[in-house]
């Protein structure tokens, strides 16, 4: 039986970071990351691997968590 690949952690936090490291202004919803940033990533991770990861790149304060109004989150590169 063969299990169905899916993206590691360190790959996601990696992109993540070297995205953010190419274009420091960026900034994009979970969706967004997924689609946009995480593109190299095969297989792409699942959402919540991508949400954990970035959970804990805002803890460790690489990350910026913004609220907008409608009460979706942006996430950014922390200056």
Same mark, same amino acid.
């Given at each position: 039986?063969? %299990?169905?690949?899916?993206?590691? $952690?360190?790959? &996601?936090?990696?992109?993540?970071?070297?995205?953010?490291?190419?274009?420091?202004?960026?900034?994009?919803?979970?969706? %967004?990351?997924? %689609?946009?940033? *995480?593109?190299?990533?095969?297989? $792409? $991770?699942?959402?919540?691997?991508?949400?954990?990861?970035?959970?804990?790149?805002?803890?460790?304060?690489? &990350?910026?968590?913004?609220?907008? &109004?409608? %009460?979706?989150? *942006?996430?950014?590169?922390?200056?």
């Amino acid at each position: 039986m063969v %299990g169905k690949a899916i993206a590691k $952690p360190a790959s &996601v936090r990696d992109g993540i970071l070297d995205y953010l490291a190419r274009h420091p202004e960026a900034s994009d919803t979970l969706d %967004g990351i997924a %689609g946009w940033w *995480l593109t190299a990533i095969d297989p $792409p $991770p699942t959402e919540e691997v991508l949400q954990a990861t970035l959970d804990e790149l805002t803890a460790e304060g690489k &990350v910026a968590r913004i609220k907008m &109004v409608d %009460g979706s989150f *942006l996430y950014a590169r922390k200056h």
